[in-house]
């Protein structure tokens, strides 16, 4: 009887281990589905990595069949990894709000482009996102804060807002600021409307109420200090506005950036004390073409340094839109291009593109592998 279920126990201590094996992966596979260490696609769309105390952490947009799968039903998932290729399901680490309940972030409401950095000084983490609220489209353009003690949180949803109320960019010419032209003086997307968009007729037109914000990504500077980088001005120019030391706010310090440039899908890395980003245009669900941009101040001037993407498929960046950069950690100038493959129609089947940045008279360059691993960076 006992050398049974010695026998039995062996047995099944063998295949765990086969299987666990078997399923390991070590390379990244863009554009197929990716499966978690469950073997269930992973779900976190729009999403950005936190690397903390030796593990990886992956927020993400959960996303659920159909069209409507669109829209905020079950929250922020989170997945951990030691290295970057299996990905452990930690659940939803935000989650939405009872339908009816009235909050910001209730069921049905649109959560997009989650990213969590963490505050030393406070020992938090902290979720910035995209909030549209329930029933409003696109209308509402706000940014949500929650917060955890840990990781992977649960998070609590603290409030949302739309930033800088009350507050001019730094690089705006003073005479910008009383000018009287409105929208309803100019014909949209002429020439004199967009002059008039890039010397600040969103601006002046949000000021009270605060900036516009959609598609967002979050940065964290050498010295702690972090920034929000977000589609602002009806998604026709970015801004960068730096958070409060503890990252739960706006100071009020904030800048624009390729004013009437029409970009989204912000992403921001440095690398030998520049700093670069990659966007989209605004083509909603679409993919199109991504932009380069080097700055060596966060605050601007950013110049342009065209399309990333080279080769086949590069005009529609490999069928995809840009949420994110990866640092790698522990190796040098190592950083992974993290796009999603939308599909809308049945959201949930989303697929993602990871692809490494490879920097070439110092532009960051994208080109498309059907599958690649780490070892890229070595060469
Ligand atoms: C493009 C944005 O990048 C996505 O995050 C999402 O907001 C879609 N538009 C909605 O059409």
């Known amino acids: 009887m006992k050398r049974t279920i010695l026998a039995w126990g062996m047995s099944c201590i063998l295949s765990i281990a086969a299987f666990g094996q078997d399923s390991a992966q070590n390379s990244f596979s863009p554009g197929k589905i990716w499966e978690d260490t469950e073997g269930t696609h992973i779900n976190a769309h729009g999403g950005g990595v936190l690397f903390h105390n030796g593990t990886y952490y992956w927020f993400g947009e ?3 069949a159909g069209s409507s799968g669109n829209r905020a039903n079950v929250g922020v998932r989170c997945y951990s990894s030691a290295d970057l290729y299996n990905w452990k399901n930690e659940g939803v680490a935000l989650p939405v709000a009872a339908e009816g309940s009235g909050s910001d972030i209730e069921k049905g409401s ?67 600021k ?30 009270g109420t605060g900036q516009m914000s959609r598609d967002m990504g979050l940065f964290v500077d050498d010295d702690g200090k972090a920034y929000h980088i977000h589609s602002a001005e009806e998604n026709l120019t970015l801004h960068i506005s730096e958070l409060t030391d503890d990252y739960l706010g706006f100071t009020g310090k904030w800048a624009v950036m390729e004013p009437a440039g029409h970009n989204e899908a912000p992403a ?38 065209g399309n990333p993407a080279q080769g086949e498929g590069a005009s529609i960046t490999f069928d995809s839109q840009s949420t994110y950069i990866l640092p790698v950690q522990g190796r040098k100038d190592a950083f992974i291009f993290m796009a999603d493959r939308w599909e809308p129609k049945n959201a949930i089947d989303g697929r993602y593109v990871w692809l490494p940045v490879q920097f070439r008279d110092g532009k960051p360059e994208l080109t498309w592998r059907d599958q690649w691993s780490l070892d890229v960076f070595d060469h």
Request: aromatic residues 14%; contains cysteine.
């Open 178 to 207: 009383s000018k009287k032209v409105t929208e309803a003086d100019l014909e949209a997307w002429s020439p004199t409307w967009k002059k008039e968009v890039a010397e600040g007729l969103f601006i002046r037109r949000d000021f």
């Open 62 to 64: 959960h996303k659920t």
């Open 268 to 305: 921001l890395f440095k690398k030998d004390g520049k700093y670069y980003m990659i966007t989209s245009g605004c083509t909603g669900w679409d993919p199109n073409a991504a932009r380069s941009f080097v700055a060596d101040d966060i605050m601007g001037p950013w110049k342009s340094l």
């Open 110 to 176: 649109v959560i997009e482009r989650p990213k969590v950095i963490y505050n030393a000084s406070t020992e938090k983490f902290v979720m910035w996102f995209h909030l549209e609220l329930k029933g409003q489209g696109y209308h509402a353009a706000r940014t949500g804060v929650a917060v955890s003690d840990r990781p992977e949180g649960p998070y609590t949803f603290l409030r949302s807002l739309r930033p800088n109320a009350g507050t001019w960019p730094v690089n705006f010419p003073e005479s910008w």
